[in-house]
């Protein structure tokens, strides 16, 4: 596998901001985790949807950047595995029914047509509830390839991915979610969640700030597309 410098961690941060998975046996998703919030798609109290239930957890600070800017970053959830062992958690609202917004997203191939410095995402295989996927980043003079296992879950909304360990891929490792909670008919939060590791170590003052920066900045490109019911390009 080739060695990265630090400089591609932003790219790959990046991309990892939809990218989920698919083969021939689908685990057993993991809602009950650190991965994500325990809030099914079922769930009610006193009259309120999964989203405001959903809500509820968050600060109110945390609540009202959300609401002012569409997407907050809750910061980096203390773990150890890998050199960007932290999990970064982040909660977006799209302005589409929860159907549309899984429409969306449980289509990877398709980030190359709005997520900065990608090059590919092309599918790989597409067997029941799961794709994997090929992707390519470019990072200045350096591209980088990995594949990813994106798995769906449409009976509690959730996607769960991991990089393709069958795969010769110029990171070492990758996990993360997506899990959605309907609000109200029109509106639909996302929950997300990444951990990254390329094979090397840098400072973690490097780490949180691509962190800060990338995964705003691939919200953002993400939520245009989806709230655009597709048809958001970007302009580069």
């Known amino acids: 596998m080739r060695k990265l410098s630090f400089a591609p961690i932003s790219a790959v941060v990046s991309v990892l901001l939809l990218t989920s998975a698919a083969a021939a046996a689908r685990p057993a998703p993991q809602p009950q985790t650190s991965l994500a919030s325990p809030v099914t798609e079922t769930a009610t109290k006193d009259g309120k ?99 990813v296992r994106h798995w769906f879950y449409p009976e509690i909304a959730r996607i769960e991915w991991e990089l393709d360990k069958e795969y010769d891929n110029d990171i070492a490792g990758q996990i993360g979610f997506w899990q959605f909670y309907q609000l109200d008919e029109n509106t639909t939060i996302g929950e997300y969640g990444t951990r990254v590791d390329t094979g090397i170590s840098v400072p973690k003052f490097i780490q949180d700030f691509f962190a800060k920066q990338d995964i705003p900045d691939a919200m953002t490109q993400f939520r245009k597309y989806v709230n655009s019911k597709g048809t958001y390009r970007r302009d580069d």
């Open 49 to 147: 949807t999964e989203g405001q239930l959903y809500l509820d957890t968050l600060s109110p600070e945390l609540r009202k950047e959300l609401e002012k800017e569409g997407q907050v970053l809750l910061g980096e959830q203390a773990e150890t595995e890998g050199s960007y062992g932290g999990l970064i958690k982040a909660v977006a609202i799209f302005t589409l029914p929860k159907n549309k917004v899984w429409e969306l997203t449980t289509d990877p191939s398709k980030q190359v047509l709005f997520l900065p410095r990608l090059t590919e995402s092309k599918t790989v295989e597409r067997p029941e509830n799961g794709e994997l996927t090929k992707f390519q980043l470019k990072v200045m003079w350096q591209r980088i390839d990995f594949r």
